[in-house]
């Protein structure tokens, strides 16, 4: 079992850059892909970005390739996701997620998600 702790959300004009961090619990951490979706207000949860359990594979959603990153950090049990030239349409809850099946991380089956943090992108 693994407990999901986001931070590093806030409000930020359009073209900044906001890092998101995902703590998590446990020492199974390098057993799991990790993922981010983000959820705006009105619409579904959608998938925003996943890594690899060694960090080698990532995938994103084509509506951040470019401008966002993912990485982790298996001996700090944290998953990062490095966000740039953040537009408007980016503002959303982010959530952190992690599952041992890194196809199924992305299609969002996974019990194992954070509480969510706030990112809100000013025009």
């Known amino acids: 079992q693994v407990q999901l702790v986001e931070s590093g959300g806030g409000l930020v004009q359009a073209g900044g850059s906001l890092r998101l961090s995902c703590a998590a619990s446990?020492?199974?951490?390098?057993?799991?892909?990790m993922g981010w979706f983000r959820q705006a207000p009105g619409k579904e949860r959608e998938f925003v970005a996943a890594?690899?359990?060694?960090?080698?594979?990532?995938y994103y959603a084509d509506t951040v390739k470019g401008r966002f990153t993912i990485s982790r950090d298996n001996a700090e049990n944290t998953v990062y996701l490095q966000m740039n030239s953040l537009k408007p349409e980016d503002t959303a809850d982010y959530y952190c997620?992690?599952?041992?099946?890194?196809?199924?991380?992305?299609?969002?089956?996974?019990?194992?998600w954070g509480q969510g943090t706030q990112v809100t992108v000013s025009s």
């Open positions: 446990g020492r199974t951490f390098s057993s799991y892909a």
């Open positions: 997620a992690a599952g041992p099946i890194l196809d199924r991380l992305r299609r969002g089956l996974t019990g194992y």
């Open positions: 890594i690899s359990r060694s960090g080698g594979s990532t």
